[in-house]
């Protein structure tokens, strides 16, 4: 690319959202360059979803083994080679990251630089100290493990989700301090490989409580001893890692993994220089459009503040593409977060999409919420595992669906439909007539919606 003339995009990152952005450009006819001063592929790939997912897979694998609940057809599950483990995650990631990366970079016709990033004014930027001129320039840094402040934590070799899936030799025991959808899945991750675990913070804050109760009985199941108070000190305990609680209690582990959020990569780009602001968190501050504060700079993605998954940065991303070389037409395109799903990749899994009752009742809707357990599930039953349920929020007014939560196997796939439902503006009453293929666990959504009209016993189909 000719720097003399002057690009329509330069893109700070290459994950999901600086993908997104430089594809929709292209397709637009647009000139872009990303820059990246690390590994091509930003969080997902690399060190966040694709990484933690294979490794969970894995330790799922053994941990169905050793809970079997058929005494008919025995199976064993063996100690862990974690090292051949992390090698073929590590062979997993490389091979996504040419073919999903590296090769659509090469079809769509841009460049990945390599280098650092920093602005030195409101409309130019600096890779390694040399100018790339550019009509607009979009941020797409991402966030890392944040680093909290708390006394002692830097006495210890800590682990991050990062460094966490590096190891080599599993620890015989494990502290996690933080009880979000990162601590979960590690916690768990870490339990079903053979460590004995212990988290502390509170489990699954943002889950609807019905969900959250169902998982704390779970990590019970599974042995995972969790303390839901706060982490106050780290101290050394004869060659271990202790963590003392706010109520005084003690948690010790051979390891110390810390799982308490994710901050923004900015330090280094000098936002100042370009006019960017940020929060009180650090996070850049954009509109709807995904502008900055400089009109010529954009952000998206997880360094935005926007809900971290990567479909999200992506959906951002192309938004801020299309917005910065007016593509979009005469109105700005934006993100629609109507029916947004999320899973934590749990055993059972950890699934949403839409509002929760507190926030529907936030956002002025009347409520009416049903409960359904999974005992009431022909899958589940099959399945001789029962743990979990399933919530439905909806309007009191008008029936229809607001919200969908689960602790289910699958609860992910559920997911889907019921972000369909949800954006479809359907009704309990759609719901509960339309469809369910019998014995899946997406038939409990149907089961579920029932409940609105009739809460009395039902037959397999009625």
């Known amino acids: 690319m000719n720097d003399s003339r002057a690009l329509d995009l330069a893109v700070i990152g290459s994950g999901g959202a600086a993908m997104a952005a430089a594809i929709a450009a292209r397709q637009a006819g647009k000139s872009v360059v990303l820059v990246e001063q690390d590994t091509l592929g930003g969080t997902c790939v690399n060190v966040g979803c694709v990484p933690s997912k294979t490794l969970l897979a894995a330790a799922g694998a053994r941990h169905s083994a050793l809970a079997n609940p058929f005494p008919g057809a025995p199976t064993s599950a063996d100690p862990v080679d974690l090292a051949a483990l ?59 493990p944040a680093r909290p402040a708390l006394p002692g934590l830097e006495q210890v070799d800590w682990l991050t989700s990062t460094t966490a899936m590096e190891l ?16 979960m899945e590690q916690a768990q991750l870490f339990a079903h490989l053979g460590a004995r675990v212990t988290v502390v913070g509170r489990l699954a804050p943002a889950a609807e409580p019905e969900v959250a109760d169902a998982l704390r009985g779970v990590f019970a ?29 003690r948690a010790v582990g051979q390891r110390l993994l810390v799982a308490t959020g994710r901050t923004p990569r900015t330090a280094s780009l000098d936002l100042d220089a370009a006019g960017v602001k940020t929060d009180d968190r650090g996070f850049v501050v954009v509109d709807e459009a995904q502008r900055t504060s400089n009109p010529r700079i954009f952000a998206a993605g997880d360094v935005s503040g926007a809900p971290q998954y990567v479909y999200v940065a992506a959906a951002a991303g192309r938004v801020a593409a299309l917005n ?87 609860a992910g796939e559920i997911m889907l439909a019921a972000t369909y439902a949800i954006k479809a503006q359907m009704t309990v009453d759609d719901m509960a007539d339309t469809w369910a293929p019998y014995l899946t666990m997406a038939e409990s959504l149907r089961i579920a919606a029932g409940l609105f009209r009739n809460q009395m016993p039902t037959s397999c189909c009625a």
Do not use: W
């Open 324 to 410: 910065a070389t007016a593509a979009a037409g005469p109105r700005p395109a934006t993100v629609d977060y109507t029916g947004l799903p999320a899973v934590v990749f749990t055993r059972p899994q950890l699934g949403s999409a839409g509002l929760t009752e507190a926030q529907a009742l936030a956002a002025g809707h009347r409520c009416d919420c049903r409960v359904l357990a999974l005992s009431d599930v022909p899958r589940a039953l099959a399945n001789r595992d029962t743990r979990g349920v399933v919530k439905l929020v909806a309007d009191a007014d008008t029936g229809r669906v607001l919200g969908v939560h689960a602790a289910a196997e699958a």
């Open 221 to 249: 199941d599974d042995g995972i001893t969790v303390i839901e108070d706060r982490a106050v000190r780290v101290e050394s305990d004869g060659g271990q890692v202790a963590v003392v609680t706010r109520g005084g209690q």
């Open 86 to 144: 992390v090698g073929q995650k590590d062979e997993l990631v490389g091979r996504l990251r040419q073919a999903k990366y590296a090769d659509v970079a090469a079809a769509y016709g841009f460049e990945v630089r390599p280098g650092q990033a920093r602005f030195v004014a409101e409309d130019m930027l600096e890779v390694d100290g040399k100018p790339l001129k550019a009509l607009t320039y979009l941020i797409a840094t991402g966030a890392e």
């Open 168 to 183: 080599s030799e599993l620890p015989d025991s494990l502290v996690v301090i933080g009880g979000g959808y990162v601590g």
